[in-house]
Structures are given as C-alpha cells and as structure tokens.
C-alpha cells in the first residue's frame, strides 16, 4: 500500500523558514510526481508546489508561493521536501503530499495522500 507520511510542520514567525518532508514507502517515489497541497481553514485544497518524476525534471509552483518555496527530492531516502522561506500569516495551513502515481505534475485529482502537517505563521 501506497504511504505517505509528512513532518516538519510548526509554529514560525513571519518571515522565518520551515522544511517540510514527505517519506515515502512502498512505491519508488523518484519515478512519479509528487505534490505539495495546502488546506486554510474555510478555503479549498491548493495545489503549491510539485516536482515531477526523475525521467523527466520538472518543478512547478502557485504563483502565491514561487520564489519562496523549493520542492525537492532526495531518491536515497524516499524523501521529497519543501523548502518554505519568508514565510507569511497566509501560508498557514494544514500541508499534505499526494500522488496519483503518474510521472507528470498536472491538474488531476491525486488517489494517495498523507495526513498532513500543520504549518502556523503568527507573531
């Protein structure tokens, strides 16, 4: 079964810095695209940030977050990240990865999630 598993979540103070990670298991994660999605309260799922797989290198971005955020991967531990920097009160949320095990990043709705991780900016 398909896991995804996500941590590094906190409380930050605007304009500080988090990384997020998502361990995967039983699928070899660097041959399929991954996505970060966030959930505000009260507000829909967004789709910020997702990386495609290896065979063809691709990162896209939500225009709220690019040039803040940074999607890795790092094949040797099943791990993709989320770099979050400059962080704002708006990026507060509820952040979770997800795959739909298809190589490229897109606009469908992705069959495999994690539980997600809370991401709090306040002063």
């Known amino acids: 079964q398909v896991q995804l598993v996500e941590s590094g979540g906190g409380l930050v103070q605007p304009g500080g810095s988090l990384r997020l990670s998502c361990e995967a298991s039983n699928f070899p994660p660097e041959d399929y695209a991954i996505a970060w999605f966030r959930q505000a309260p009260g507000k829909e799922h967004e789709q910020i940030a997702c990386?495609?797989?290896?065979?063809?290198?691709?990162?896209i971005y939500a225009a709220s977050v690019k040039g803040r955020f940074t999607i890795s991967r790092d094949d040797t531990e099943n791990t993709v990240f989320l770099e979050m920097n400059n962080l704002k009160p708006d990026d507060t949320a509820v952040y979770y990865c997800?795959?739909?095990?298809?190589?490229?990043?897109?606009?469908?709705?992705?069959?495999?999630w994690g539980q997600g991780t809370q991401v709090t900016v306040s002063s």
């Open positions: 997800a795959t739909d095990l298809r190589i490229f990043c897109g606009t469908y709705d992705n069959k495999y």
């Open positions: 990386i495609n797989g290896r065979s063809v290198p691709r990162q």
